[in-house]
């Protein structure tokens, strides 16, 4: 369980400095950030499915398009809200995905919830309420952005189910990454920024810290309980906070904290209740 944890804080650590950076390079167009974030992790899982000889197509090719199309509707709808929004509260506000997946796996995979459950979820909407209604900062659009990206990162989660273990996760992932590379790099073309400098390293370093976020995310799971291993994503949201405050300069009201801490109490206490 110690290795777990340390695994699973050097991935929420290596994803938190990937949203900053992503905050930090805002200046650049949306789909050149989605092309350098993927194009990282495409290079290094397409080596690692070389070097173990995996099938790189897969089987099931024609949900993991899907995957892959949502997964990168989710991505790009998410940086476009950090343009608006302090990064911490846009990284909470993205974990309302279970929720939707919850939704969509009893509508699509005729899943069953618990009444807790649903209560749970209510009470996650309520934080959001709470950021919206009582903080005059936060802006409307950034809120409209990230919560349609945390409903396509939900609807990621269900396809994933229905994609099933007949492939190797990354073959999953690498036809994320290898559309989000292809897709960005083409939206790219006509409003393409040149980096100049250290904007070179930052744009570079997406993919890697994403990979590594995952990479590190995958081996807590595979030696630890689910439900004991999965709140300790949401020290994700700790993270960016303190890097919004210390990096961006980012002004948290108490009804912001508030809502952010109802957000992930709800999430959290869904997955101990979900798993039991």
């Known amino acids: 369980m110690k290795k777990a944890i340390l695994f699973m804080i050097i991935s929420t650590f290596s994803f938190s ?6 905050k930090y390079l805002s200046h650049f167009p949306t789909f050149e950030i989605v092309f350098f974030r993927t194009i990282g992790s495409l290079i290094l899982g397409t080596s690692y499915i070389i070097i173990k000889k995996i099938p790189i197509l897969g089987n099931n090719r024609r949900f993991m398009i899907f995957r892959a199309l949502a997964g990168l509707t989710a991505m790009s709808l998410f940086f476009m809200s950090l343009q608006y929004l302090p ?6 506000l993205r974990y309302l995905a279970p929720i939707y997946a919850a939704i969509f796996a009893v509508l699509l995979l005729k899943e069953k919830l618990k009444p807790i459950q649903w209560l749970l979820f209510l009470f996650a909407f309520g934080g959001v309420l709470v950021l919206k209604g009582f903080d005059n900062t936060i802006n409307s659009t950034g809120l409209l952005l990230v919560l349609a990206a945390s409903v396509f990162s939900g609807l990621v989660y269900v396809l994933i189910r229905k994609i099933g273990n007949n492939d ?7 036809y994320f990454m290898f559309t989000g590379t292809v897709i960005g790099g083409l939206l790219s073309i006509n409003n393409w920024i040149t980096p100049t400098g250290i904007d070179w390293l930052l744009l570079l370093s997406l993919g890697i810290f994403g990979f590594f976020g995952q990479v590190f995310m995958t081996k807590a799971f595979q030696i630890a309980q689910t439900n004991l291993v999965a709140p300790l994503k949401y020290i994700e949201v700790i993270f960016t906070i303190m890097v919004g405050i210390f990096w961006f300069g980012d002004i948290y009201s108490i009804w912001s904290l508030i809502g952010i801490l109802m957000i992930i109490a709800a999430l959290v206490a869904n997955v101990i209740v979900g798993k039991k």
Do not use: D, K, W, Y
Request: aromatic share 6%; no cysteine.
């Open 87 to 92: 990064v911490g509260t846009a990284v909470s």
């Open 17 to 22: 400095l990937m949203n900053s950076f992503v």
């Open 168 to 174: 190797h996760p990354m073959v999953i992932v690498n």
